[in-house]
């Protein structure tokens, strides 16, 4: 059941990615560093690892039995889960569901303005360029995903956004957007990886709005530790 961890394969601004025996299997080590625009500002956030380790943890083999494939295998520690091996795909796929963060800035729509329909973006996964905003036609011409990747990355990313939306809905929590990032195992099947949490969602309180995410390191809100310990009781609860 264990899979030691052999060579690192890949450091990120939030986890380690760590080559195993196997090699169809990876081990992801989730770090407690936090980092905002593009790595210009940078803290620990106490305990974020674990968080966030534990609710994707959680979503992931739910997401599985609501027909969308992930690389999640099993968690190994408070901060290690065991994955499928996957080809990073650089295209970050967001679901908005409320206008919010670069949306509203580049817009200029209210922070809050409710979507009449869930909208879509991809950028180009890339630090040294901000993860720009990129169409799906820039992703085929620079070779990024073919056409048939995308449309099955369209259609995976709405059945995360029709299961998260009343799942979160049931725990007192809006929605309000999120980034997803998907892979290609061996066979070129397209798979959900990455992880689902308060670093890379906007979660809003029902009842008061207020924000329980990154949000709160990102504008310097104060109770980061709090807002994150919060969503996991609250992700980890039964639906009410
Ligand atoms: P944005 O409004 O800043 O573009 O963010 C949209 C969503 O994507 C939000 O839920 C936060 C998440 N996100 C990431 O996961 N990684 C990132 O690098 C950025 C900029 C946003």
Known sequence: MTASRGELKYEGKAKRVYATANPAEYVVEYKD????FNGVKKA???GKGAINNAITAHLFPQLEAAGVPTHFIELLSPTEQRVRAVTIIP?????????????SKRLSVEEGTELSRPVVEYCYKSDALGDPLINTDTAVALGWATPEQ???????A?????FLVPYFAARGVKLIDFKLEFGTLADGTVVLADEISPDTCRFWDAQTNEK?????????????????????RRVTAPAS
């Open 33 to 36: 560093d936090a980092t905002a």
């Open 44 to 46: 620990q956030i106490g």
């Open 91 to 103: 295209v970050e796929v967001i679901v908005r569901n409320v206008a919010a963060g670069s949306f």
């Open 150 to 156: 995308l449309s099955r990355i369209r259609e995976l």
């Open 158 to 162: 709405l059945s995360v956004q029709a």
């Open 212 to 232: 329980m995410d990154k949000d709160r390191f990102r504008r310097d809100l104060g109770g980061v530790e709090d807002a994150y310990a919060e969503m996991l």
